[in-house]
C-alpha cells in the first residue's frame, strides 16, 4: 500500500515540478513576450500529456482500470492543487492576480491536458491489445482452449 501511495505521489510531484519550471522558464527568459509565454505553456501542457500518457500505459498493463484510474485521479488533483496554489507563489505572483478568468482557465486547461494524455496512453493501450482485461481474457481463452473436452455418458 505504501508503494501505490509513493508512486502516486512521485507523480504528483514530478506533474508540479513540470509546472514549475515552465514557469522560471517564462519568469527568468521571456518576462515580457507574451507570445513565447504562451509557447512554454502549451509545451507545458504537451510534456503533461506526455508523462500521463506514459504512465497511463505502463500502469494499464498490468492493473485493472478502476485501481490505476483512482490513483491518476489522486496524483492528478494533488498536482492540479499544488499548481494553482503553490506554483505562483515559487516564481513571485499571486495566484489570484490576473483574476478569476485566468485562475479557473488554468485549471480547466490544466484537467483538459491531462485527460487527454490519459485517455491517448489508454488508447494506444487498448488498440495494441496489451491492456490488463484484454490480457485476462487471452489467458481465460487460452486456458480454455488448453482443456481437452470432458465426454459425457449418456
Not at 4 to 11: E, I, M, N, S, T
Not at 46 to 52: E, K, S, W
Not at 54 to 70: E, I, L
Request: proline share 3%; net charge positive; hydrophobic share 60%.
Amino acid at each position: 500500500m505504501l508503494q501505490r501511495w509513493r508512486a502516486v505521489g512521485l507523480l504528483a510531484m514530478a506533474l508540479f515540478a513540470v509546472n514549475v519550471l515552465a514557469r522560471l522558464v517564462i519568469r527568468f527568459g521571456f518576462d515580457g513576450d507574451d507570445t513565447a509565454a504562451d509557447r512554454v505553456s502549451l509545451v507545458m501542457f504537451v510534456v503533461i500529456g506526455l508523462i500521463l500518457a506514459a504512465v497511463a500505459f505502463r500502469w494499464g498493463r498490468d492493473r485493472p482500470v478502476a485501481r490505476w484510474a483512482g490513483d491518476l485521479a489522486a496524483a492528478v488533483g494533488v498536482a492540479l492543487t499544488l499548481t494553482v496554489f503553490v506554483a505562483p507563489l515559487l516564481v513571485g505572483e499571486n495566484p489570484f492576480g490576473g483574476g478569476a478568468g485566468l485562475f479557473f482557465a488554468q485549471i480547466w486547461l490544466y484537467l483538459a491536458a491531462t485527460a487527454a494524455g490519459v485517455l491517448v496512453g489508454y488508447l494506444i493501450l487498448t488498440a495494441l491489445g496489451l491492456d490488463h482485461r484484454s490480457q485476462q481474457l487471452k489467458r481465460y481463452a487460452q486456458l480454455k482452449a488448453a482443456k481437452p473436452r470432458r465426454v459425457v455418458r449418456r
